[in-house]
């Protein structure tokens, strides 16, 4: 069988078979990655997700420090004042199929202020049109969360009053006011007046899929040891062949295919 393998034929063969597992192996390793990434993702939403809210200070510092990645979702419960001069709507946001913006306000607070994103809102019936936009609390609100890291920047010119995007930076510069390094996605509100306090509608909990990302990453890991298998299945049959001849056989017929019409003519 080494015989057969050293030909140029099967060596090409072997060749073009390892460099197909190479590519498959980083092939294997991207798609491994892409779950890492998805699990450490599902865990953090849901080791966060329904836990206790703690004080804004335990899982944000303060102004100027990015919230850390380990503290995305966490739930949290601050009191403060919302600056309604400083309302932005997100647009172009998804819900449920639909697409419409959300609302965003700072809500000041000792040190600085978080952004808070009260919800979603439909589009207006034109372009031009203002959406109509659930009324700011006004007075001292107690506001219950998730924690968000900021969104990165789409670098796009925006109308004065939206954004593109929920990037802090950009966020800070258009109300004008010193924002905390996350935004905070809101589940309650309770004004101290126990006013009722109009809401956008609710964001879509996260979501923990993990996609088929791992599944993906294994086919590509076994596609690149059946390239070898393949090459080995053929050499050791032409060694077979030549074997056979060597020791004056007749060849083997090939099994004939039997097709259904033949089956049904017998």
């Known amino acids: 069988m080494l015989k057969v393998l050293l030909t140029r034929r099967w060596l090409a063969a072997l060749a073009a078979a390892a460099v ?13 990655g892409r779950h890492v990434t998805a699990h450490a993702k599902a865990h953090r939403i849901t080791s966060h997700y329904t836990a206790a809210p703690e ?17 995305e979702w966490t739930p949290v419960r601050v009191t403060g ?16 199929g639909n697409y419409g913006y959300e609302v965003v306000v700072p809500l000041q607070v000792p040190g600085g202020a978080l952004l808070v994103d009260r919800g979603w809102i439909d589009n207006a019936q034109t372009a031009a049109s203002r959406p109509d936009i ?14 968000r890291r900021g969104e990165p920047s789409l670098h796009k010119e925006m109308p004065a009053g939206q954004l593109a995007s929920i990037n802090l930076p950009e966020a800070a510069q258009a109300t004008g006011t ?27 909990a996260p979501d923990t899929d993990e996609g088929p990302h791992l599944a993906y990453a294994f086919q ?7 390239g070898f298998v393949l090459v ?8 077979a062949e030549q074997e056979a001849v060597a020791a004056g056989l007749p060849p083997q017929p090939k099994p004939k295919k039997v097709r259904i019409w033949d089956e049904e003519d017998a």
């Open 55 to 71: 004080p804004l200070g335990r899982a944000l510092p303060g102004v100027g420090t990015p919230l850390p990645l380990a503290k």
């Open 134 to 147: 659930p009324a700011t609390p006004t007075g001292t609100v107690t506001v219950t969360g998730w924690l």
């Open 178 to 204: 010193h924002l905390y390094g996350g935004y905070l996605i809101v589940k309650s509100e309770q004004s101290a007046s126990s006013e009722p306090i109009a809401r956008a509608t609710p964001l879509a």
């Open 232 to 239: 080995g299945v053929g050499i050791r049959r032409e060694a």
């Open 81 to 96: 004042t919302y600056d309604a001069e400083g309302l932005q709507l997100v647009r172009n946001r998804p819900n449920d």
């Open 20 to 32: 197909f597992a190479l590519a498959c192996f980083y092939l294997g390793r991207w798609q491994w």
């Open 220 to 226: 590509w890991w076994l596609f690149g040891v059946a």
